[in-house]
């Protein structure tokens, strides 16, 4: 079984969490048996908005818990007599959970492997699964029995995975490159691009029950591959040396192998359908993940707005400072210079690098080699100020540039010192003038955020990874985000158009709508 | 009586070009000072070396008997009290008519806004742009930005006033209305210093006029003597062209 489906998914879930905010509950002595785990593995658990099909309401939460894991723990604890709580919780906090009594078990599609054994124990095993190879019906590979049958054959399996390198037990086989994710692979596979790939059955249950194209090929006895019990087998994690242990094993020694293909079939069948049949998928998409698209706008806004405003500030500064005239004595010169050089060195850096490196360096980077654990939003909102501050820095200074020598004069020349020039005079000639180019590093900025998913911000793309990763639909997913961000882009777009209209006035001068404000002596009678 | 203003053995080079040889001259309070000769003979230079728009390569340059150049002595104090209208108008385009002609006076003078505001409005009164004291110079005719830039200098209440080719970039039906205003400011007894090749007005409202060639003054005297009687053959030939000309 896998560990970690990869890390979108993981991130996804960890998302879902903070949204979901688990309440804490304490370790009651008995009456309850309060499960943890993720409500997003399907079809080990998954959260649904009803109680349809035996659902389990989730603790502290209006949505319910649906699963194969859900139905092993109303088995688990109808023999414990004890009324199940479902909590939600997120992966890395189920461990903690467990060992400080938040939580009595843990049945998550959890693997019991050796390093968890360290620190929790584990029931007998729950759910046993087999890798299977999905193959065409109409190929030669429909009637394999075993894996000898697979000589020539192109397969692959999904990246990261231990399935990949099952393949390996396949003489002769051509392997194929690692898929990211099911979909992809259902899509290579029907188009003839591969013959097959390897899964868990549940995946094969779950295809094979979309598309009667396909077939799952299952192998008996020593046919399929070799297996290692820490990839395959689930099981629950307990507290140390917990009484119940014992009767939780024997519970689930009552429930046999049929029966729990029985559960499994089911929740195949009950999971969260990858597209919605009776409704419109962007209509689906909304309702399903309305509030994360909308958080991700937000992020994504905050983040290009903070940066433009900040970066703009930065700019600007930068601008003024360069712009001093070099006159005066020495010591003055040489400072002038000095700052000059540091600078231009900031621009040429962070113009000349990726924003996405910078980002890289500035947050794994700095925690690395300092230990400094930035807020990842207070890192997103650094590095797209400073890197959006140099892009500007040049713009403004060629716009203080541009404005005409004339108005640097007139101001001198009725006695103006170079700071009351550049603040009267100069700069608000110069913003406006780049107004333009500040409205399209804002646009720019709103769409180079997305390469702040380096560092796990949840902004825009960022959630669009981390919904796709969960519905599979990655084209529809993506489209919607693409959608979000041309709808910013463009309304922003008009939006300051509209203000700088707003800043310049009308093209025309109406004398007579203005004789009624002077107040010079002639208009009086 | 003492000059209010005077240039002693004023030169001023670009690099290697040599722009102004040897300048003097004294400026009395009250008096119109003209300054004519060709394009290129270094008379915008001599203006701009006045009011410290450039700085002069040598010699000395005298404000009611201080020397300007001296390291202590305060530019911009005295840049207020020496007003420039410049050929290109360069009102602050960021700025409307009415604060064109009170930034100077509530950031450099002080005054406050209500003070400043009075006298600008008498000024745009007196130029004839009262009734456009909020449109924005690029709303403007360049006549009548001409008109707000000498109202944005006078409303400096300065001691001396310079011009730089007032006129020039003007279209001739907007000249008269500048000519105007500034032979009403003459007439108020303000000390002007004027560039100008508007030959017909320099010989009416000029005390005393300078010819100016190839950066020396070849020669200077009084109105009637310059335009009437000139005495140098280059002043001759000048002003025969601009007679045949206008
Ligand atoms: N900043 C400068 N750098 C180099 N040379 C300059 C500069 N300013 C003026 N000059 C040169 O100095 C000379 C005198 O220029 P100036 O503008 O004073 O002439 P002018 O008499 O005002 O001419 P015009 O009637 O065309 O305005 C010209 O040869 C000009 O090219
Ligand atoms: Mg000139």
Redesign the interface.
């Known amino acids: 079984m896998k560990q970690h489906r990869n890390f979108w998914f993981f991130l996804g879930t960890l998302l879902l969490m903070i949204l979901a905010v688990p309440a804490a509950t304490s370790h009651a002595a008995s009456g309850t048996f309060k499960v943890g785990m993720e409500a997003g593995y399907p079809p080990f658990n998954w959260t649904q908005n009803d109680a349809s099909n035996g659902a389990v309401k989730i603790q502290g939460n209006s949505t319910y818990a649906n699963g194969y894991d859900v139905q092993m723990a109303k088995k688990v604890a109808k023999s414990l007599n004890k009324k199940l709580v479902i909590v939600k919780t997120e992966w890395d906090g189920l461990q903690p959970a467990l060992t400080s009594g938040k939580l009595d078990a843990i049945i998550a599609g959890m693997s019991p492997t050796a390093q968890r054994r360290k620190a929790i124990d584990f029931t007998d095993t729950y759910y046993h699964s087999k890798l299977v190879i999905i193959v065409r019906k109409n190929s030669k590979y429909a009637q394999a029995t075993s894996l000898k049958d697979f000589k020539n054959a192109k397969l692959t399996a999904q990246l990261n995975t231990y399935h990949y390198t099952a393949l390996n037990q396949i003489k002769g086989v051509i392997k194929e490159p690692a898929m990211k994710d099911f979909s992809a692979m259902r899509v290579a596979l029907e188009s003839g691009t591969i013959d097959g790939y390897v899964s868990e059955k549940p995946e094969g249950i779950s295809v094979t029950s979309a598309n009667p194209n396909v077939k799952m090929i299952e192998f008996k006895g020593t046919n399929g591959f070799k297996t290692n019990p820490e990839d395959t087998d689930l099981a629950i994690g307990l507290r140390k040396n917990d009484p119940d242990r014992v009767k939780i094993n024997a519970a689930l020694a009552k429930i046999s192998q049929s029966e729990r293909d029985k559960i499994m079939d089911n929740a195949v069948n009950e999971q969260p359908k990858t597209n919605g049949d009776s409704e419109n998928w962007f209509v689906a998409i909304l309702k399903q993940y309305g509030n994360m698209l909308l958080k991700g706008t937000g992020v994504t806004l905050l983040i290009s707005m903070v940066g433009t405003i900040v970066g703009f500030l930065i700019g600007l500064l930068v601008a003024i400072i360069r712009t001093i005239p070099v006159a005066g004595n020495r010591f003055r010169r040489g400072l002038l210079k000095v700052v000059d050089w540091l600078l231009s060195v900031y621009i040429e850096v962070f113009r000349g690098t990726p924003m996405i490196v910078q980002a890289a360096v500035l947050y794994y980077g700095a925690a690395q080699a300092f230990g400094w654990n930035m807020d990842r939003l207070v890192a997103a909102l650094l590095i797209v100020s400073i890197n959006t501050g140099a892009y500007l820095s040049e713009i403004m200074r060629g716009g203080i540039i541009s404005v005409?020598a004339?108005?640097f004069?007139?101001?001198?020349?009725?006695?103006?010192?170079h700071l009351?020039t550049m603040t009267?005079?100069i700069l608000?000639?110069a913003v406006?003038n780049s107004l333009p180019a500040v409205t399209n590093e804002f646009v720019i900025n709103i769409k180079d955020t997305s390469v702040l998913s380096i560092i796990s911000v949840s902004e825009l793309f960022f959630t669009g990874s981390t919904i796709a990763g969960q519905n599979f639909q990655f084209f529809h997913t993506y489209l919607v985000i693409c959608l979000i961000y041309l709808v910013l882009t463009f309304t922003i777009t008009r939006i300051l158009r509209l203000v700088e209209r707003r800043l310049d006035?009308?093209?025309?001068?109406n004398?007579m709508a203005?004789?009624n404000?002077?107040?010079?002596?002639?208009?009086n009678n | 009586m003492t000059s209010l203003l005077e240039v002693n053995h004023l030169e001023k080079t670009f690099g290697t070009h040599k722009v102004l040889k040897d300048i003097n001259l004294q400026v009395k309070p009250g008096e119109v000072l003209s300054i004519i000769g060709s394009s290129g003979s270094g008379k915008s230079t001599l203006l701009r070396c006045i009011?410290l728009?450039e700085q002069p390569t040598s010699g000395a340059i005298n404000f009611h008997e201080q020397n300007i150049l001296a390291n202590n002595f305060n530019v911009?104090?005295?840049?207020?009290?020496?007003?420039?209208v410049?050929q290109?108008?360069?009102?602050?385009?960021?700025?409307d008519v009415l604060q064109n002609c009170t930034?100077?006076q509530t950031?450099?003078?002080h005054r406050d806004a209500a003070e400043a505001k009075k006298i600008a409005?008498e000024q745009?009164?007196t130029v004839g742009m009262?009734?456009?004291?909020?449109?924005?110079p690029a709303?403007?005719s360049g006549g009548q930005m001409q008109r707000v830039g000498i109202a944005?200098a006078v409303s400096?209440s300065p001691e001396v006033l310079l011009f730089d080719e007032p006129t020039s970039a003007l279209d001739p039906e907007m000249v008269d209305g500048v000519l105007d205003s500034m032979r009403a400011l003459a007439h108020t007894g303000l000390t002007m210093i004027l560039v100008t090749h508007e030959m017909a007005f320099a010989r009416d409202i000029s005390d005393h006029v300078v010819f100016m060639d190839q950066g020396v003054i070849a020669e200077e005297g009084t109105a009637e003597q310059i335009f009437e009687n000139p005495q140098e053959e280059r002043t001759k030939t000048f002003l025969k062209r601009y007679l045949n000309r206008v």
């Open positions: 005409n004339g108005q004069e007139a101001a001198h020349a009725l006695g103006m010192t009351q009267k005079i608000p000639q406006r006035g009308p093209q025309n001068y004398v203005n004789q404000q002077v107040s010079a002596p002639t208009d | 009011n728009l911009t104090d005295y840049r207020a009290k020496v007003g420039m410049f290109s108008f360069n009102l602050f385009n960021n700025l930034i100077g950031t450099v003078l409005l745009l009164e009262a009734p456009y004291i909020n449109a924005k709303q403007l944005r400096m």
